[in-house]
């Protein structure tokens, strides 16, 4: 980021000082273009799989299960996201700054977009440890598994995202981040929807709770709960071998499921990884480093881009991993699509069953900052569950 100043002659170039201080406010031609195809499919493929998870469930009562209302909890999370955060991210693609949408919709969006984040994981976290109850040790699953708790339990991780959030809300500001080093005069274009810097300190340690609290150790308990469901299912598919039962045809599907199913665990890690670790970086890459070289302008802002757009494949994801991969999904969808739905059994249409995984929308929150400043115990499982996970 060459820029050169004149300021001692008195010819100040204003846009080329913004630039040094909050990077630039234009990308080329290129990255405009393919950022702009990227976010665009993104919006289109994410409001889609997420409305349909939304109807398919709500026009099939049979549907109407503890595990499903997770599911549409998790796509109206995201759906949230991609209404109210995808405008203006998508505008800041074409202009980075000033900020244009008033102050309101700055502490709205930012509110949302860490609420909807905080919610996601809360109920991701939730969501995991019932799947790893339900295989792992269905006995007791079975003992405290209905849907009334399920209903307590998303509303109270919405009631903790909405509190959790507070900050966000309390400290996000419109203002103005750029002086004119001639006249010390406020300049119009540095405008932007950001956490002031004289509350960097006390965010700090918002962002590191954040950090620890809404993504290392959601990602720890994901990573040991999947890894003892594939234990579990390995283990399973042992004790098939020595019955002699998995080379039979009735046992051929089971051991497909169920490597299916792991498949999929691996998926979800992956996934969350990807999704919130370019974001918690990025955030926390604004807070601590204070001297700006040109070259970590250029990587903060590289990564930017990156924790931007897994912030919303994030919201695309979900519902493509964990819903439309599956056949049951998609032979409800096609009923519900084409209006000729049937009374089937509850074994035909639900979606799920007891309960599968839908993994993280990380959240591309304003936390970010700015461009430029997240049944019967046994070993063997019983057929019905490894099903409600396959795809």
Request: glycine share 4%.
């Amino acid at each position: 980021m060459n820029k050169s100043l004149n300021i001692s002659n008195g010819t100040f170039d204003a846009a080329a000082y913004l630039a040094i201080k909050l990077g630039d406010r234009y990308v080329n031609t290129e990255q405009l273009v393919v950022l702009n195809i990227i976010y665009i499919g993104i919006f289109i493929t994410g409001m889609f799989g997420n409305f349909c998870t939304c109807i398919v469930i709500a026009r099939n009562r049979n549907m109407h299960t503890a595990t499903n209302y997770y599911l549409v909890s998790l796509a109206v999370s995201d759906l949230m996201t991609l209404i109210i955060a995808w405008p203006s991210e998508l505008y800041s693609i074409w202009e980075a700054y000033p900020w244009r949408f008033g102050k309101e919709f700055c502490v709205l969006k930012s509110y949302i977009q860490e609420i909807t984040a905080y919610a996601s994981v809360l109920t991701i976290t939730a969501f995991t440890m019932e799947r790893y109850a339900a295989i792992c040790h269905p006995m007791r699953f079975q003992s405290f598994s209905n849907l009334s708790r399920s209903i307590k339990v998303i509303i109270t991780v919405w009631i903790v995202a909405f509190c959790c959030a507070l900050p966000y809300a309390l400290y996000g500001k419109v203002f103005y981040a750029v002086k004119d080093p001639n006249t010390g005069q406020l300049l119009e274009n540095s405008l932007v929807c950001n956490i002031p810097y004289e509350l960097h300190d006390k965010m700090r340690y918002m962002f590191q709770v954040s950090a620890f609290v809404f993504f290392l150790l959601p990602m720890t308990i994901i990573l040991v709960m999947y890894l003892l469901i594939g234990i579990t299912l390995c283990r399973s598919d042992m004790v098939l071998d020595n019955k002699s039962i998995a080379k039979s045809s009735t046992a051929a599907d089971p051991v497909k499921s169920r490597k299916s199913v792991l498949k999929m665990l691996v998926a979800v890690v992956i996934a969350f990884f990807l999704c919130w670790a370019p974001f918690h970086s990025q955030r926390l890459m604004t807070l601590y480093v204070e001297l700006w070289t040109p070259e970590l302008h250029n990587t903060q802002t590289t990564l930017f881009y990156i924790s931007g757009v897994l912030y919303f494949v994030s919201a695309t994801v979900n519902p493509i991993l964990y819903n439309l991969m599956s056949k049951r999904f998609r032979q409800a969808f096609k009923r519900t699509l084409c209006k000729c739905c049937k009374k089937e059994s509850s074994s035909d249409v639900n979606l799920f069953g007891n309960g599968t995984h839908k993994d993280l929308s990380s959240h591309y929150a304003y936390g970010r900052i700015s461009r430029h400043g997240i049944i019967h115990q046994s070993t063997t499982i019983k057929d019905t569950s490894l099903a409600d996970m396959s795809v």
